[in-house]
């Protein structure tokens, strides 16, 4: 039972109590895995396209884009605290009294630390590190080895000092120009000017932590004249969080809700999935998606920006069928060759699933069910190939209904108990680098509302720490899994080369961050 107490903050987030009753019941249950058919491979699921046929979707998207409103959406809010938790975790054990920094590394065999400390020079924040030191440690410049490689740690993350940790990735610098370092975020901007801009306008949405948004704006401010010079772009910045009414309730180990110390009920922020709300209040004919930390240095994503083209001119391609079968529908006037041409394109282009019994409708029924089919949210999405690296990928995927779709799954949504589901999973040949752009208009121009095609079945049922205690969190379906499970999906093969995440700090020493 809620206390008036407990009701009142319930309202006040803009939640029910029978949304929060149905979040109890759902970490009880448990959740529900996703049902796999097979992996998505090129032919079956996943479309290869020729150089030449790449070259006319880019073409046609340049084409039409200048009629567009777009604009790029960037999910910010992720902190860096865990790109360096290997490097805590190095200040926490490493003790120069009992052993050398070379010992240490020898007996732990410990890589990360290896590869940062014999790179320290290649850094992008390198010379604003050292600059620190010599400014606040009067004898910096005659430290041994260890000792400047401990100093220089303790200065990129202590609080008194550069405190990088408690900055969002987003902030951090990425990438170094000569003597000028260059955040994710700046580079976010130009890169849109590459292939989301028109008109001469670039339009940016971030989502970010409240507490961070300050810093997005002091940052944008310092920047935006200097990247409006050199690109000739206005840019149109703006920001959100994620909002209270999608937070969610943990239960303990014993099922009870879990309380704060002042008998509070604890509301968690619940994953990506969240961030539907915040896409959703956007009214664009193209959004394209891109996570923060997915970013290369300036001359490595002019070639790298061709795919968002390629994947911006399949889906208006796409799109443009859709909106002329639809119209069509509307006057009444389709034969059955019609209607066989439209199921034809739902199953070979849109990987949609017709029903068996299609044949067998009437006119009237065959027009109702295209409709319900065709109109709805359209993404197009880069895949590449996978070569070892963790996360989700694209299925087929039985629902409860027993209907038949193409999806991005994550592993959390798999039941790797299932030796079946196992080997699906094996067999996959291909990943999710999160490289989206969506159409979230329909044929007559009106927006959709993205919440009517959510699976809330796909919700993700995690394990956390608070305050000491394990307790059972619940995230929303993904943003890009269970969010758009009833969107129509087309996806399209590109690049590893497109997909350069930085999860630790040592990912910045990859050729993809490095300035030739």
Same mark, same amino acid.
Request: with cysteine; hydrophobic share 40%; net charge negative.
């Given at each position: ?57 880019? #073409?046609?998207?340049? &084409?039409?884009?200048?009629? =567009? ?48 400390? #014999? ?37 990129? =993350? ?9 900055? %969002?990735?987003? =902030? ?136 968002? &083209? ?66 709805? %949210? ?11 690296? %963790? ?84 995230? =929303? ?23 350069? %995440? ?15």
């Amino acid at each position: 039972m809620f206390t008036e107490k407990d009701i009142q903050l319930i309202h006040k987030k803009g939640i029910t109590v029978d949304q929060v009753y149905a979040q109890i019941a759902r970490l009880k249950n448990g959740m529900s895995y996703s049902k796999l058919l097979a992996a998505a491979t090129i032919g079956r699921g996943i479309e290869r396209f020729s150089e030449n046929e790449m070259q006319d979707y880019i #073409s046609y998207y340049e &084409k039409k884009k200048e009629d =567009l409103s777009i604009i790029k959406f960037v999910p910010a809010s992720g902190a860096a605290t865990r790109m360096f938790k290997f490097l805590f975790q190095f200040l926490r054990t490493f003790n120069s009294d009992k052993e050398t920094l070379s010992q240490f590394i020898d007996r732990q065999n410990n890589d990360l630390v290896r590869i940062f400390f #014999s790179s320290l020079e290649a850094l992008p924040f390198y010379t604003e590190v050292i600059r620190e030191l010599k400014r606040t440690v009067p004898d910096f410049d005659y430290f041994s080895h260890d000792e400047t490689c401990i100093a220089f740690v303790k200065a990129m =993350l202590n609080k008194e000092a550069l405190n990088y940790s408690f900055f %969002p990735k987003g =902030l951090l610098p990425f990438h170094r120009y000569e003597e000028d370092m260059v955040t994710a975020f700046g580079e976010h901007l130009l890169e849109s000017t590459l292939y989301a801009s028109s008109n001469g306008k670039a339009n940016l949405h971030f989502t970010v932590s409240e507490k961070h948004q300050d810093y997005f704006k002091s940052e944008f401010e310092r920047i935006n004249e200097d990247l409006k010079k050199a690109t000739g772009v206005e840019f149109k910045v703006t920001y959100s969080y994620q909002k209270e009414a999608t937070e969610t309730v943990a239960l303990t180990s014993d099922n009870s809700i879990y309380r704060n110390e002042n008998d509070s009920i604890l509301f968690r922020p619940a994953g990506h999935g969240a961030l539907l709300e915040n896409l959703n209040d956007l009214d664009y004919d193209l959004i394209f998606i891109k996570n923060i930390d997915n970013i290369t240095v300036a001359d490595k994503n002019v070639a790298i920006s061709e795919y968002k &083209k390629l994947l911006a001119g399949v889906l208006l391609s796409v799109q443009e069928k859709v909106f002329a079968y639809l119209n069509k529908l509307d006057k009444n006037d389709c034969d059955d060759e019609d209607f066989k041409i439209m199921a034809l394109f739902l199953i070979h282009r849109l990987n949609v699933t017709v029903s068996p019994d299609f044949d067998d409708y009437n006119s009237d029924r065959k027009s109702a069910y295209l409709k319900e089919k065709l109109n709805r %949210p359209i993404r197009v999405c880069g895949m590449v190939k996978n070569e070892g690296q %963790p996360g989700g990928g694209p299925f087929w995927v039985r629902d409860n209904e027993g209907n038949v779709s193409l999806q991005i799954v994550e592993f959390a949504q798999i039941n790797f108990s299932s030796k079946e589901q196992q080997g699906i999973v094996y067999k996959a040949t291909h990943f999710n680098p999160t490289d989206l752009v969506c159409g979230v208009k329909n044929y007559k121009g009106e927006k959709f509302n993205l919440k009517a095609y959510v699976d809330h079945e796909a919700a993700f049922i995690t394990m956390k720490t608070q305050n000491g205690t394990d307790v059972k969190a619940l995230e =929303l379906p993904g943003l890009w899994n269970g969010s758009m499970a009833y969107w129509n999906s087309v996806f399209v093969e590109v690049p590893l080369e497109t997909f350069n %995440p930085v999860k630790t700090v040592n990912d910045l020493l990859k050729p993809a961050h490095q300035v030739e």
